[in-house]
């Protein structure tokens, strides 16, 4: 994985990293030559914020029209439970700004099995692919770290760490709930700019770790597993990289 610090920026407080990340995505999307931005979102509390501003601050300055939505990973659960991202992302940012509902691509969850709902998310990533039989190449991928240094819903120990064929797979949790969905380590580096957005002091050992040894890194945690092809950018917070604990 390549972790070069150049590429790493550390903000007092996850408001900050959520503003530079809003005005980064903001100017990432205006800037953009194509006809298509796609941007693939992550779940969790830190981009929640993240979502809220791009809702309120930035509604009308992005060119929403433009913007094609997608998930990095998904739980189990209906769209309308409280643990969904698809329902966190409408609360926090789709039901504030203009796009197109057939540019929104939630990953499906009602086939009551997980697998066939992975496989329905690939054939919708392969659709909107530009070149069929290509990966689809996000513009941007927004992705977390979980405490155990997963990222998306790639967690430690699973067999969905070593899947090269599938683009979405099925996967399992820790913690409830345990069903999953996620993008796999091919979607996820085909990206052509990740943003990795990492705050609160849980996160502290794992990225100590990382960018102090990422050979070693990238055998233990999934978010060090990541090889894009493209830029990766990481947004940190004070409390997750305190440069006491990194002198
Ligand atoms: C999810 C996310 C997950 C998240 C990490 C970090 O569905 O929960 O995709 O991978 O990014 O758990 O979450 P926080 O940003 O809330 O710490």
Not at 175 to 180: F, L, N, T
Request: glycine share 6%.
């Amino acid at each position: 994985m390549a972790t070069p610090t150049s590429n790493l920026r550390i903000f007092p407080a996850p408001d900050q990293l959520c503003r530079a990340a809003a005005a980064q995505i903001a100017q990432m999307i205006s800037g953009h030559q194509g006809q298509r931005f796609r941007l693939a979102l992550s779940g969790g509390r830190t981009p929640e914020a993240l979502y809220r501003i791009l809702a309120t601050e930035y509604a009308t300055e992005i060119p929403w029209g433009k913007v094609e939505l997608f998930w990095g990973d998904e739980r189990y659960v209906p769209h309308d439970h409280p643990a969904s991202n698809a329902a966190m992302v409408r609360r926090s940012l789709l039901d504030h700004i203009n796009i197109p509902a057939n540019q929104v691509h939630p990953i499906p969850t009602g086939a009551g099995n997980p697998a066939s709902d992975a496989a329905a998310y690939q054939q919708t990533l392969q659709a909107c692919a530009e070149t069929e039989g290509e990966l689809l190449r996000f513009d941007l991928l927004l992705l977390g770290m979980g405490d155990d240094g997963h990222t998306a819903s790639l967690f430690p120990g699973g067999d969905w760490l070593a899947e090269r064929a599938a683009w979405a797979v099925a996967s399992r949790a820790p913690v409830p709930p345990h069903g999953r969905i996620t993008l796999t380590f091919p979607m996820l580096n085909a990206a052509h700019h990740t943003m990795i957005l990492v705050t609160g002091e849980a996160k502290q050992q794992v990225l100590q770790e990382i960018f102090a040894n990422p050979t070693a890194a990238a055998s233990r945690y999934p978010i060090a597993m990541i090889d894009p092809q493209g830029e990766v950018h990481w947004l940190v917070d004070s409390a997750a990289w305190p440069e006491a604990a990194h002198r």
